[in-house]
């Protein structure tokens, strides 16, 4: 993650440096969650029959090899492919989580390592920003070559520390499996994906479930449209240095992680708020000032000052989200809807930069943060729709 830190803040600015426009930038980032979203059962289910750990040292060796490529590329084709071709293998995360609990055997442990997974995750999130940045400081002509370069470097390393583990008892059962039988099988897995996707989604009671997923559906599409946009936004509107994207990256990380850490004490405000309208509505309130705001800024330090009402409603939503099926979804049905708003998102992350590849194109960069402020006033709406109905539901008992 540190690793990937280093690079995502500048690509939009490499890209631009390169030649693309708006709206290849945005058909860039759309094709790789398309891939992401295609390869990720594929990538999992050869995992299963080929053992995890060569999977994922595969892995982290294929992405090595293409972020150095990346770094050394200087045409738009170029890179379209190899960006295609990093959302194809780019599956290190799922293969981290699916090969940890063959290490961890006690179930109860599990929720340890992952939490530790995560926090490590967010160190890493928060510092490649800022040191990628200085490098782009020091190197401004080949800064993003270095960065790539490093990249590549890290990942080698990672493999390496993979290699090093040793093989579990599964890896051994999976390394004598007739090899035949795996490309049918990562078909069929796919076929069955898509299959169980649409199942799960005719599954789902709409008219108890349709605020979670509209909600699930607004707060995406107002942070994917925030994060497709912001790198270049900065530079073109206030002229900021990597160093200083770094720092702000890291800074709204570190807000997010904060308000995560107190949510406990936050939710003790909302004791009355059974159906989280009073939520809903003071997290896309808030979006909705941050967004407003940002766009307005007319300095860099009045930027930064709106991102934290962005953070700290970015981080409550993904909570409230989650909570909202807890408490509504039946334990049975549960691992379906957490699947079902999963796919919310990933379809987000495919459509959302193609929308601000247009807009940014068509209209200006600046104007992105406007639309993002539409969604979360949309957001705003629909909470006070919940909340009416929820008194008129009352009165009526």
Known sequence: ????????????????????????????????????????????????????????????????????????????????AVRSFLGIVKQTQLLVKALAPDYEIDSSEQAAVFGKLAALSSVGMSLGPIIGGHIMEVYPENGFTVITCCSGLLFIVNASLIICLPDTNKEKEENKKDNRKVAPCILKSVINSVKESVEEFYKVDWSIYWDVFLFKLLITLCMGTYFGSYGIFLKKIHAASPKYLGYIIAFQGGIGALCTYFIGHINQLYKNDKDFSKRLYHIFTVLTLGLLGMALA??????????????????????????????????????????????????????????????????????????AALFAVMGILTSYIIGSQTVLKNKAD
Request: charged fraction near 10%.
């Open 1 to 80: 993650m540190f690793s990937v830190g280093l690079i995502m803040p500048q690509l939009g600015n490499f890209a631009i440096k390169l030649g693309c426009n708006q709206l290849q930038i945005g058909t860039m980032g759309a094709l790789y969650s398309a891939f992401q979203l295609i390869s990720g059962p594929m990538i999992g289910t050869w995992s299963d029959l080929k053992g995890r750990k060569p999977t994922l040292i595969l892995s982290l060796v294929l992405c090595a090899f293409a972020y150095v490529v990346l770094g050394f590329t200087t045409t738009i084709l170029t890179f379209f």
């Open 298 to 371: 007319p300095n860099l330090l009045c930027y930064v000052v709106f991102t934290i009402p962005l953070a700290l409603s970015g981080a409550m939503g993904r909570i409230i989200g989650l909570e909202m099926i807890m408490n509504k979804g039946e334990s049975d049905r549960r691992g379906a809807l957490i699947g079902a708003t999963s796919s919310v998102r990933s379809l987000s992350g495919v459509v959302t930069p193609m929308f601000v590849g247009i807009i940014g194109e068509y209209l200006g960069i600046q104007y992105v943060l406007y639309f």
